[in-house]
């Protein structure tokens, strides 16, 4: 009986998200969902991909979060439009929150919307938020053994970040070991090394505009 | 109606939760719950905590995990048995499946049981698996503002421990700001800076004792 209830939320979950593609389609507007573990560096990868993005395209974001606005302050910090999902202590979005962000923007006056998710390497795998593309990433401090601990994030990723790679050397993480996980899962995902402190995630620019322009 | 379902389950886990602390008192064995983000060190700590206190205590653990043994592996490498807890996918173990693993283990030849949970830093936080005490930790790579952000992990944590804080001068962590938000939410938990890189962790081998002994 309780799967039978798991399998109606998923369905209508399922049902709501392609309600949102359709939207978005509708105004032209190409959606990303940012994946991976608290801290990982989802919040920091949009703050130094927003400004070379939002040269050219109108950007927004739909900040994930249990209870606070801190992320979403991070963001609005630098003038881009954001709307705080506040999932009141669940572990992930689902498309109906997302849903209700999306009649929140303007999309009309909208090119590209990123969702981030809630700090999670398991549970936002199992929900289409009606997305386009996923983007998940990993930091070297969490360990090489995560994608092959935590596949479903890996599975469906579009493109992979390997994030915090300045502390390469004070880990024992092996990038070669992190790859061919991730390869297992994913045969056709890129897989980009970045570190934010010495570079712009140059990758993660050039992925969105692939899908934009 | 998809409420009630989740109150019943809720109220099926404590249920078996309050059965697991009996069983445990029963047999004079203290259990320990320890949970944080993936990568956050959870395994290493194990390893560095079980060799001084199998010295003076008969130890097992309880590895929990969506799918693969590695963990499980390291810490019988140990000589330490342990006890694989697949969740098969789900993002956090109950206490159907900790009952399932206690069932398992002689708990008649033990005197502590450490129950490593899931990585996540948000969905172990409400169920109880029968545990004693629960042992929260975060790393410093993951950023000062994770306890603000999940607050349920530091709520009900009876020792939260700070790991690498070798990393601490590579990244921009504010270990007052993180100790003062654990505050807010916990008045009573110990909270510990360590580094397995530099010392181990004896305040947590300190801690497990002042309950065993």
Excluded: W
């Excluded at 032209?28 to 990982?40: A, D, E």
């Excluded at 920091?44 to 950007?59: I, K, S, T």
Aim: charged share 25%; hydrophobic share 40%.
């Amino acid at each position: 009986m309780e799967i039978q209830v798991l399998r109606r939320l998923e369905e209508k979950n399922k049902a709501d998200a392609d309600q949102i593609r359709a939207l978005l389609n509708q105004h032209n507007v190409k959606c990303f969902n940012i994946m991976g573990s608290p801290g990982c560096g989802k919040t920091a990868l949009l703050e130094h991909v927003l400004p070379p993005l939002q040269q050219r395209y109108r950007c927004a974001v739909l900040e994930g979060d249990l209870y606070t606005t801190q992320d979403a302050e991070r963001i609005a910090g630098m003038g881009t439009t954001v709307i705080q999902l506040e999932t009141q202590g669940s572990c992930h979005l689902d498309a109906n929150l997302v849903m209700r962000g999306m009649q929140e923007l303007n999309l009309d006056q909208l090119d590209i919307v990123f969702i981030e998710n809630v700090g999670n390497l398991v549970c936002p795998a199992n929900f289409d938020l009606g997305e386009h593309h996923r983007i998940t990433v990993v930091s070297v401090t969490e360990g090489h053994d995560k994608p092959s601990k935590y596949p479903a994030l890996f599975t469906k990723a579009d493109i992979v970040l390997i994030t915090k790679t300045d502390l390469l050397e004070h880990t024992n993480f092996d990038i070669h070991r992190a790859k061919e996980s991730i390869r297992k899962f994913n045969d056709h995902a890129e897989i980009v090394e970045t570190s934010i402190r010495s570079a712009p995630p140059a990758a993660l620019v050039a992925f969105v505009l692939s899908i934009v322009d």
